[in-house]
């Protein structure tokens, strides 16, 4: 089945770090890529919505200036959380869908740990 | 987006089938209602979706009331590795978001 790929899988930094997170389609082109934060023993909330080739479309109340999201292949969506404090500690996952068929199933990676201390 | 109601907890006993409803009264004519599960530290996993019909695949059937307004999943057989917090979220085609709620946490005794 279709395999989305997520690097680092735990990152732990000091505050004032900006910290880069690789989401991968490994089998598949991706033509949008979802970002979400989940903190312990809540649901996830989705961040934004990622088109190849196009801006971000960041959900309310997310700083579009502190997590930056780049988008620039098929296979390929970055997250950078600027200058990361400890309130920005969560786990992030992205998921991505294969064509602009956008009932297909969203395929998830495995998550990032960021903890900020 | 429409939103689900879930119980927040439910437990079987392995082996036996497990039914995890989900209402969605406000459901619109176009949304999909999917379900995933995510097992801890882990990415969610798709299960399974649907529109109007009922639908079956290998870990999973999906029965839909005839007025869309609810839907329930079914694991015929479960095992210890069903244990997980399970999804049902109304998706929109134009999008392809999906909401995430809090979901229904499956504890599964041996």
């Known amino acids: 089945g279709a395999v989305v790929s997520q690097h680092p899988s735990r990152v732990i930094c000091k505050s004032g770090t900006s910290v880069k997170i690789e989401c991968r389609s490994l089998?598949?082109?991706?033509?949008?890529m979802f970002w979400y934060r989940q903190f312990p023993k809540q649901s996830l909330m989705l961040m934004a919505t990622?088109?190849?080739?196009?801006?971000?479309?960041?959900e309310q109340g997310v700083e579009k200036d502190k997590f930056l999201i780049n988008h620039a292949s098929l296979t390929l969506s970055t997250l950078t959380v600027t200058s990361a404090h400890p309130e920005d500690s969560s786990f992030y996952i992205c998921s991505a869908i294969g064509t602009d068929n956008t009932i297909q199933p969203q395929h998830f990676g495995d998550g990032t740990r960021l903890s900020i201390l | 987006d429409a939103k689900t109601t879930q119980p927040n907890s439910m437990e079987s006993n392995e082996e036996e089938p497990v039914h995890l409803p989900c209402n969605h009264s406000?459901?619109?004519?176009?949304?999909?209602i999917h379900w995933y599960r995510q097992l801890p530290s882990q990415g969610p996993e798709y299960v399974i979706h649907g529109l109007t019909s009922n639908v079956n695949n290998r870990m999973a059937s999906l029965a839909i009331a005839e007025d869309r307004k609810s839907s329930t999943l079914i694991l015929h057989r479960a095992t210890l590795r069903d244990a997980a917090v399970y999804y049902c979220?109304?998706?929109?085609?134009?999008?392809?978001?999906?909401?995430f709620g809090q979901g229904t946490t499956l504890q599964v005794k041996p």
């Open positions: 406000t459901i619109s004519g176009t949304d999909y």
């Open positions: 979220i109304l998706g929109s085609g134009n999008t392809g978001k999906l909401i």
């Open positions: 089998d598949f082109q991706a033509t949008t």
């Open positions: 990622s088109n190849e080739g196009s801006k971000a479309t960041y």
